[in-house]
């Protein structure tokens, strides 16, 4: 629950006419946010009754009601518990006695229309005191072509932190019963207000794009029997697999619970979130060229290229990064560079004029790459991969050709997993789905560019003050608080 619902939940529960509400704050705590997070979020004057009529906030300002009667009859000789109970039959209506049933045969129907009044008042400023987020538009306005826009053209401003930066959430947001990569992390996505969201790509042993983050299923797959913690049991290589293998698969949760989802091959996807949640920005994380190449022409057929990016490493195309057009062919794309793509990139790419760079010259031929690529057609933007900001990291130099081009630059934010009690840092997932590993165990060791040291990427303020314009992140609703108070968070972009 946001700061500006505890202050509105405050201002009811200290009225003088509902004060009886604070007994019931837990429960008024879940109706709220529930209310804030799922409300119609419309402009002010026009839409604002739009806000005041829909279904969400009759059932918060119904849950005002309960509680006030709740405690009321509790407060009887025979107590009972008031339940909200939406009824189809009378339309739903607030008003209607019959709304509210008990477990026992009491009914309490003496609620005076005073008191009813001043509970609405003190529910109306309480919508008033909502955060701006809750009155601007909400996600089922955005338009991903602005989303893209405003990730390729992040400044607003003279000044580097007037800029916009935008928030991806990695496998979607999931929770219990809700798996990563499925259509209710999209779903999850699109109803949190999260502007983008990246899914994973792996090909079938038929060349098929499927939705898995590991190269194997085991960790996802319902019925697999795999333990992430000892190895144990079916853990089939993705590529491994054929289509109709992958089509029996039905996924399960972060908790290993099976859920109602199957594996999601690609094109399923985007005509889900084409015909369903149109107003997000889709970044497909891919692995090798051909994956890029098939999943171009995917996109290309259902129209969709300014509103999904290709994601790939830098390094697939190091020697020619004129021809990623090729692979891409005319969709946005968002190559990235880690610190071994440097190495890569500095031996393969040619570029005459780096050869009087003496001391520089490979990290002119990285940056002469970067500019290249950043020529082609739907470039969006480089995410680099810099664990920590500081002089002496592989990648510090290119983060700061980066910023001082004002250009649009991407990080990587890591969120613990799995055994977050342990303090050995080990709470990522490898990339077979076996837990776990730390992000100390993958710093890199480079030819040319020096040794990373640490990683210190799931410090989300520090990469807000690093120059970074889009956040990819396991927990996305923590990432755009921290640009929020950054004063970086600009959703009106996406209208």
Known sequence: MNASAEIGLAFLVERKSVSCLGRARGQLSDNFAHFVATAPQPRWSARLFATLVSQEFKHFIASIVIAYRTHRVNAMENPAEFVYSPNTTTGDSLFNDDILTTEGSIAMRSFAIQRRRRLLGAAFFTLIALSDATFADGPQHYDP???????????????????????????????????????????????????????????????????????????????????????????????????????????????????????????????????????????????????????????????????????????????????????TKGVAFAPMIYASDEDELSNQYKQLSCGQAAGYYRQCLVESWLDEASKQSNFAWIEVGNKNPANGDPTYDLVKHVRAGRKAMGTFTPVKEYRQDKNDGEWYVKIDGKCCYSLDEHLTHTAHFGTETADNRPNVQLQLDSGFTSITTDDPLAAAAAASRSGMRDTSRYY
């Open 145 to 327: 072509e602005r989303i893209l826009a405003a990730f390729k053209n992040p400044y607003t401003g003279a000044v580097e932190t007037e800029r916009t930066v935008g928030i991806v959430a990695h496998r979607g947001i999931v929770g219990s019963g809700c798996p990563e990569n499925s259509l209710c992390s999209i779903q999850n996505t699109y109803n949190n207000g999260i502007e983008a969201i990246e899914l994973d790509v792996k090909l079938s042993s038929q060349g098929t794009p499927y939705l898995f983050h590991d190269l194997n299923v085991g960790r996802v797959a319902a019925g697999s029997g795999f333990d992430i913690f000892t190895g144990e049991g079916w853990n089939a290589d993705v590529r491994s697999l054929d289509d109709a293998a992958l089509n029996r698969i039905t996924l399960r949760d972060k908790q290993f619970r099976i859920t109602g989802y199957d594996a999601l091959p690609l094109e399923e996807a985007l005509d889900r979130v084409k015909s369903d949640y149109p107003y997000i920005l889709v970044i497909l994380d891919l692995r090798d060229l051909d994956a890029v190449s098939r999943a171009a022409d995917i996109v290309i057929d259902r129209g969709m290229q300014n509103t999904v990016v290709l994601k790939f490493f830098a390094r697939l195309a190091a020697a020619e990064p004129g021809n990623i057009v090729k692979h």
